[in-house]
């Protein structure tokens, strides 16, 4: 059974820092493409970033790029939203997702193209 079980969100002023971790169990990790999305109040659930297999390349949403950093450590099945910078409107559920293989181009942008998900962590920023 494949599980992905978020951590790290919480309550920060604007300005500061936070990383998320999703470790995720029963999937062969490296072979698998990340990805973080998140959804905010009234909102549809839009993509953040994702980390690709192979060879690791990374994509962003325009409003998180140069603040936010994804990454892997696929010795411990985890990966990472470094989220630096943080403003009142990054406020929302983030959730990381799994999809199998190379997701290519506009692909890793889309959640129907994730096949696991998890349940997801509040990250909440005050002006």
């Known amino acids: 059974q494949v599980q992905l079980v978020e951590s790290g969100g919480g309550l920060v002023q604007a300005g500061d820092s936070l990383r998320l971790s999703c470790a995720a169990s029963g999937l062969t990790f490296s072979t698998y493409t990340m990805g973080w999305f998140r959804q905010a109040p009234g909102k549809e659930r839009e993509f953040v970033a994702a980390?690709?297999?192979?060879?690791?390349?990374?994509v962003y949403a325009d409003p998180v790029k140069g603040r936010f950093t994804i990454s892997r450590d696929n010795a411990k099945n985890t990966w990472y939203l470094q989220m630096n910078s943080l403003k009142p409107e990054d406020t929302a559920v983030y959730y990381c997702?799994?999809?199998?293989?190379?997701?290519?181009?506009?692909?890793?942008?889309?959640?129907?193209?994730?096949?696991?998900w998890g349940q997801g962590t509040q990250v909440t920023v005050s002006s």
């Open positions: 980390i690709s297999w192979p060879g690791g390349s990374t």
């Open positions: 997702a799994a999809g199998r293989g190379p997701l290519l181009g506009s692909n890793r942008y889309r959640t129907g193209s994730y096949n696991y």
